[in-house]
């Protein structure tokens, strides 16, 4: 029998104008993930537009020229699929999961949204109270608004120290002018890809979106060179009407295709990676200071940001500042013991094929896989790199990454 690889069921095809088609087929499941994406999002936004590339993925499913809000929402409903999106700094994402044999239904109305949005005008004042709300929801939440504050910090003055929904007054101001206007600017061909995952043939893939995206002409995007300055790291601290406080120790992380990314993986994992890692053990099981301590890693093209989170009463912020700081030392002065390093390989290898169980899950690796390094990564090609790693090359990383002049707190506590 042949012995076929993962990369063998991905195909990939660029139509004339620069639209990229990825696709990979799965034989064992009999559902399709279809995504239209967008390199596009908060960061590629002028500041008094702050918010326009959140707002436009709310308005896409407002109506279309020739499909109502309800026409669209019932597309895929009453076939038993959904519809979706979701908006990140760099990428915007419109997506439908279905069975296989509404493959031309999913690109019909996905197509349809993204070429042919009508944006009513009472839709779009009605959006801006939708997307007012969503803030005060986030604000609502301390860690969701403690992190935004400690991402606006760590890259202060930068686009991606912006926040994605952009601001009360911003979002206010927007225009039916300044969409369309977003969207002739960042909706290109050559911007735009196309994935799609599960049971599902290349070929007709590619024939119905070149039927839908075909006609439009190449037209090249210029970014914005966008230089991030050295962070002068320093402390952050708020109040707010909460009962618990909220702590951040955290740092600018490394970016997609840093060459240390995976010491990184591996360290997070060690230090953050659920209920068996060093932080949860020593700040929780062992002290009882904390319901919920856990890390955070996010890479972007050109940075990142990487932090441990706390949730832990007043009194404790400065012992938890202690024991997650001796942690840090400790992986940066100590090898990480055999056995240890290979439970954390194998939770990192495990978390990854369990995430291929799911279409949706496939389709985005696919989708970022291709905006970020302009090729498929193959599971084998990241447990390779994973296993490859030794306890030698992290303490090395550790040394530098985790030294305390690199890093910011953030602390909200309860008023008064």
């Known amino acids: 029998m042949e012995n076929l690889k993962e990369i063998d069921f991905v195909h990939k095809t660029t139509l004339d104008n620069g639209l990229r088609i990825v696709t990979e087929h799965?034989?064992?499941?009999?559902?399709?993930?279809?995504?239209?994406?967008?390199?596009t999002g908060s960061r590629n936004e002028k500041e008094e537009l702050?918010?326009?590339?959140?707002?436009?993925e709310h308005m896409l499913f407002k109506g279309t020229d020739s499909r109502t809000a309800f026409d669209i929402a019932q597309s895929m409903e009453s076939v038993g699929g959904y519809l979706n999106a979701f908006t990140s700094s760099e990428y915007t994402c419109y997506y439908a999961r279905c069975v296989e044999d509404q493959l031309d239904r999913a690109l019909d109305v996905l197509s349809d949204m993204v070429l042919h949005p009508s944006f009513p005008e009472e839709e779009v004042e009605k959006e801006k109270k939708v997307v007012i709300e969503e803030m005060k929801m986030y604000r609502d939440s301390p860690d969701d608004y403690l992190f935004e504050e400690f991402s606006s910090k760590m890259f202060e003055?930068?686009?991606?120290?912006?926040?994605?929904l952009g601001t009360e007054e911003t979002v206010s101001a927007f225009s039916r002018d300044d969409l369309y206007q977003y969207m002739a600017d960042r909706y290109k061909p050559s911007n735009l890809l196309v994935a799609v995952a599960g049971h599902v043939d290349h070929d007709k893939v590619v024939e119905v979106v070149n039927s839908y995206f075909g006609q439009l002409d190449y037209d090249q995007i210029e970014n914005e060179k966008q230089p991030i300055e050295e962070l002068n790291p320093e402390k952050l601290e708020l109040t707010?009407?909460?009962e618990q406080t909220h702590y951040i120790l955290g740092r600018r992380g490394l970016n997609f295709d840093h060459p240390d990314k995976y010491l990184l993986l591996l360290a997070n994992t060690v230090l953050g990676g659920?209920?068996?890692?060093?932080?949860?053990?020593?700040?929780?099981?062992?002290?009882?200071y904390c319901y919920s301590i856990q890390t955070f890693n996010q890479s972007y093209s050109d940075s990142g940001i990487w932090g441990v989170y706390v949730g832990?009463?007043?009194?404790?912020?400065?012992?938890?500042?202690?024991?997650v700081v001796a942690?840090?030392?400790?992986?940066?002065?100590?090898?990480?013991?055999?056995?240890?390093?290979?439970?954390?390989?194998s939770q990192l290898k495990g978390k990854l094929l369990l995430s291929q169980e799911n279409t949706s899950n496939r389709m985005m690796r696919l989708a970022k896989s291709e905006l970020y390094f302009d090729r498929f990564v193959t599971l084998d090609e990241l447990e390779e790199n994973i296993m490859n790693v030794t306890a030698e090359q992290?303490?090395?990383?550790?040394?530098?990454f985790f030294d305390q002049k690199n890093y910011m707190e953030a602390v909200l506590t309860p008023e008064g």
Do not use: C
Not at 29 to 35: A, P, Q, T
Not at 50 to 56: D, I, P, Q, S
Not at 275 to 288: A, D, I, T
């Open 157 to 164: 003055g930068h686009a991606l120290g912006r926040p994605i």
């Open 327 to 345: 942690e840090l030392n400790k992986i940066s002065t100590e090898l990480i013991p055999e056995k240890e390093l290979e439970e954390a390989k």
């Open 394 to 400: 992290i303490q090395e990383f550790a040394k530098d």
């Open 50 to 56: 702050g918010g326009v590339t959140h707002f436009l």
């Open 312 to 323: 832990t009463d007043k009194e404790y912020v400065e012992h938890v500042h202690e024991l």
């Open 240 to 242: 707010k009407s909460i």
């Open 26 to 39: 799965i034989e064992s499941v009999k559902s399709i993930s279809v995504g239209i994406w967008v390199k």
């Open 274 to 288: 659920g209920m068996s890692s060093r932080l949860h053990q020593n700040v929780r099981e062992k002290y009882g």
